[in-house]
């Protein structure tokens, strides 16, 4: 990585911002960068003073300073890797934002927020800015590493090798399986954590590694892995003929109940009804009615009778 060059973009971006978080944001990424230009490394300076200076304004000095990485969500997926890589192509891609999409490094700046539909569940995506060796920008990796489930943007091996890297010096590893968010979420950054992931890739046959790689552009099967990752099963409400938009999610791994449903649905129903109808793959045929011990699998569709 060429830190000259990154110093010069990153620069360009900082005359365009307006607010004191973004400068601030943008001032603790261009001070953390090493140029080898001795000029550069002057004006390195005086931006480190200048730092200092307006995180007195902001009252926050030493203290972590979020400036947009504060986010959190009920299911959230980071995009991350290096720059130029594809992350808001990806983002625009499954949540339909109009995210800036450029050739030109570190085009992304700040975390970019969206919702996806997935499957059903809405799942907040964040695209953070092109992580790199020896940064040290703790509210972004404290937000990487709370979040349900992370996709490293490759355009080639080298690329997710260089991400997995940089991840792994800032002690979180890999893996490809579901891990229960307790084990690795709201964990101090001097500890190891493991994160489920998978990687976007642009040409999936060039790859060999230890998650899935899945293509870039197929929306289909990077929506189905997330949805596998996040380990849920839905369960939809069932009345006069029409099914409910959203369903009710329980974790995939719990024993979920007709009694269960209609707890979280109101308990006020309990009182009126005592049977339902079911549709789908915990049934025996369409329609079977079931009392309220009845166990639920993904997808079933609960119609309550009297």
Known sequence: MNQDIEFMKLQKQLKKVGSMSEKIELLEQITSLNPRDSKRLSIRSKYKQELGSLRKKSSIKNKTVFNGYDITSKYQVVLLGQTNTGKSTLHSLLTGSNVEISDTPFTTYKPEVGIMDCKDISVQLVEVPAIYKDEFYPA????????????????????????????EDKLLILCASYIDPSSHKNKPLDNIIEKPGFSAVWEVSLYEMNIPALNISDKYSITEHIFSLLNVKRIYSFRNDQIGEKPFVFPLDQRTSVFDYITRLDKRLLVHHNKAKIFGSSAKYEGQIVGFDHLLLDGDKVELIK
């Open 140 to 167: 972004k990796y404290r937000l990487i590493r709370n979040a349900d489930m992370l996709c490293i943007c490759s355009r080639t091996p080298d690329d997710f090798k260089q991400t997995v890297g940089q991840l």
